[in-house]
């Protein structure tokens, strides 16, 4: 079966605190993986794609990257307003239809 | 922003009652989707279309029906609203099958 599991589920780091998150996906014939960032209460906000194994991306303190099986979600010397649910989403070659994850939670202490 | 607009942003239904939500786009972009999102769970979608009177299912259909008559506009509806369609909806878009989606605010739908 098709899976994108994310870890941890959960994350609290103090500001300034560097960390990682993963997206680990099991889907053959890979399209695209998608980040979005969802603060509470409100519908996912995209942040990067990411279409080939090895690619890049970065955006203010967050970078992300690609390899064949995970993706992960760099964040640098993070601040308080990062704070949100972290979504990723897999396009595979069968169909238009993204498989999600579940996300990752986290939270910047002051 | 991208230009979506979903209504009613909360709804409280019966059981076996219709209820039909709206999304509106102002982006004139091609693809449309509804999705739910449940605690512990990942998005799932539950259709999408990918062209005026052009919809297909989605990983969760059942009890779902859609119907997109204009480019702008995405009904979703449930024609006998259960219990274990309370969730929270979301109305996305795209340009492309295979491009960022942009996603609307929610409904917050309550089925008692």
């Known amino acids: 079966e098709d899976q994108v599991t994310q870890s941890p589920e959960a994350l609290r780091l103090q500001e300034g605190e560097s960390s990682s998150l993963n997206c680990s996906y099991t889907v053959s014939g890979l399209r695209g993986l998608f980040w979005y960032r969802q603060d509470p209460g409100k519908g996912p906000e995209f942040l990067f794609t990411?279409?080939?194994?090895?690619e890049e991306k970065e955006k203010e303190r967050l970078k992300a990257t690609l390899t064949k099986k995970e993706s992960f979600l760099h964040i640098t010397a993070p601040k308080p307003e990062d704070s949100a649910t972290y979504l990723c989403a897999v396009l595979w070659n069968s169909n238009y239809q993204l498989i999600w994850g579940a996300g990752t939670k986290l939270i910047i202490k002051p | 922003d991208a230009g979506i607009t979903q209504s009613p942003r909360h709804k409280v239904t019966e059981t076996g009652t219709p209820v039909t939500l709206r999304c509106h786009q102002t982006?004139?972009?091609?693809?449309m989707y509804w999705y739910r999102q449940d605690p512990g769970h990942g998005l799932r979608l539950i259709h999408y279309s990918y062209g005026v009177k052009d919809t297909d299912k989605g990983e969760v259909s059942d009890g779902y029906s859609v119907s997109r008559s204009k480019t702008e506009d995405f009904l979703l509806t449930l024609e006998s609203a259960t219990s274990s369609q309370t969730s929270v909806y979301f109305c996305a878009i795209s340009e492309g099958g295979d491009t960022e989606a942009f996603f609307g605010q929610g409904t917050r739908l309550t089925v008692v």
């Open positions: 982006e004139n972009h091609r693809y």
């Open positions: 990411l279409y080939s194994a090895g």
